[in-house]
């Protein structure tokens, strides 16, 4: 039995009374309640206080970057003749090309010719062995030699009968004789004659001459080998000086092109490398074909280039401008810095200060009257010389600082022959097309003017180019 179990029952038995239970302070409970809820609440406080501290943070290194000047690239606006032109690809074809062959069999000596090498017409390039056919001239000499010894004799017996026929020594029919037998030797020797040409001929063609100015290419056939009479292919011949293109473009734009034709407007037509950034060479527009493709719904045109640096190769795929008008005084700008918008179409301006490094951004509404390539014609909304952004605008805002870029400055674009009509603005002469924008495919046509605002793809922009942004101002 337990010892406070013993106690009590003894005290129980001798009449002691027993100690009442101690009661615990509510105070106590109290305190404890509040130190836990004072702690609670600290932490919530300090949470909450972190909060705020890093939104705080936040919201003044958001300031600090709105506030914070933005690196852009700009180009001024030009004002310049800009070209009007439709675009197709087309084919670079030699204005003649000629596959040599031999007119007589035999083996073929030693060429005359460099492989590569720049020919005239008339210009000996092979030679059949000519021997067989000196002999069968000489044969044909021959026989015309025979023939005219025995025309003569039969001119001298005529003669001598038709003195006799005339005395009365012989009959008519004895001179008759002699008479057909000196036409019989007048005729074969008009057919000896014709022998001996039929073997001259047959000598002079031994002798392969180039038919056209061109550029030979690569022999088919060695010296040595025997060839046959208008069978073996011996070496082809381009011209290259002239050289042809052929391209087509769809039959709705055929009326136009064939009315400026028929008024004898020479069109210019302009070839472009295949990434359509550098002027190949400049020719004209000859003619167009005389029905449409029922497949395609295009017709065939040929241009002709004069290709005096061989820019122009046979077979070469080149894209296309054929001009059908010029602008004298057009705005252009880098069709990569049109964007689109709610407020509509627009370009990012750059007030620059004096060194032309620092400015405000501000948005600028603009009117897009027709897209060339990389550029767009501006009708109306910019001066000549105003800055626009064509890198960088993603993050301006209306108001915001920035930076300008010397490096692209002045849109110094991509190498070329000239300044072409994809060359950018601002670009000097000899620059090309190198500036910021999408590229384009080399047969979309680029001659319907656009509307403001809207472009020639579901998206919006002149020519896929313009960009949604919507940020307002």
């Not at 700008?333 to 060194?355: C, H, M, R, Y």
């Not at 403001?452 to 998206?459: M, Y």
Request: hydrophobic share 40%; net charge neutral; proline share 6%.
């Amino acid at each position: 039995m337990p010892i406070e179990t013993t106690q009590e029952h003894y005290r129980s038995e001798i009449g002691t009374p027993a100690e009442p239970p101690t009661k615990k302070s509510p105070w106590l409970r109290i305190i404890i309640f509040l130190v836990l809820t004072g702690l609670v609440g600290f932490v919530v406080w300090r949470i909450y206080n972190n909060q705020q501290q890093a939104a705080a943070t936040s919201t003044r290194q958001a300031n600090a970057l709105l506030n914070r000047p933005v690196p852009v690239q700009v180009v001024p606006v030009v004002q310049r003749p800009m070209p009007i032109y439709l675009t197709a690809l087309g084919t670079v074809t030699p204005n003649m090309s000629v596959t040599v062959k031999a007119r007589v069999s035999g083996q073929l000596l030693p060429v005359r010719f460099t492989e590569g090498q720049e020919v005239r017409a008339g210009q000996t390039i092979m030679e059949v062995d000519p021997r067989p056919f000196r002999t069968a001239l000489d044969q044909a000499n021959g026989a015309l030699a025979h023939d005219q010894a025995l025309l003569k004799n039969a001119q001298a017996e005529f003669a001598r009968y038709q003195a006799l026929f005339n005395a009365g020594v012989v009959s008519k029919e004895q001179m008759e004789t002699y008479q057909a037998a000196q036409g019989q030797y007048e005729g074969a020797i008009s057919s000896d004659k014709a022998a001996v040409e039929n073997a001259q001929l047959q000598l002079s063609w031994c002798s392969i001459q180039s038919p056209v100015d061109g550029r030979i290419g690569l022999r088919l056939v060695d010296p040595g080998n025997i060839i046959t009479a208008n069978t073996t292919n011996l070496v082809v011949i381009n011209q290259f000086h002239p050289i042809a293109v052929y391209f087509t473009l769809p039959q709705n734009q055929l009326p136009n092109v064939l009315g400026k034709l028929r008024a004898d407007h020479r069109l210019a037509v302009d070839a472009y490398d295949q990434a359509d950034t550098q002027k190949l060479a400049t020719g004209y527009l000859l003619t167009a074909d005389n029905q449409i493709d029922t497949a395609t719904g295009t017709a065939k045109l040929k241009a002709v280039f004069p290709n005096t640096d061989d820019a122009l190769f046979p077979n070469q795929f080149v894209n296309i401008h054929l001009v059908m008008e010029q602008r004298p005084n057009a705005l252009v700008i880098p069709s990569a810095a049109v964007q689109n918008g709610v407020q509509g179409t627009f370009v990012w301006l750059a007030d620059t200060d004096e060194k032309g490094e620092n400015g405000t951004a501000k948005i600028q509404n603009i009117k897009v009257g027709l897209v060339q390539g990389q550029l767009s014609i501006i009708d109306s909304g910019l001066d000549a010389g105003q800055k626009i952004v064509v890198d960088g605008a993603d993050r301006l805002r209306a108001g915001a600082q920035v930076i300008v870029s010397q490096a692209r400055q002045g849109g110094a674009g991509g190498r070329g022959q000239g300044a072409g009509p994809n060359a950018a603005p601002g670009a000097a002469p000899g620059e090309g097309a190198g500036q910021a924008g999408a590229a384009r495919h080399p047969q979309t046509m680029t001659n319907s003017a656009a509307p403001a605002g809207a472009g020639s793809n579901p998206n919006g922009g002149p020519n896929g180019h313009h960009r949604n942004n919507k940020e307002q101002q």
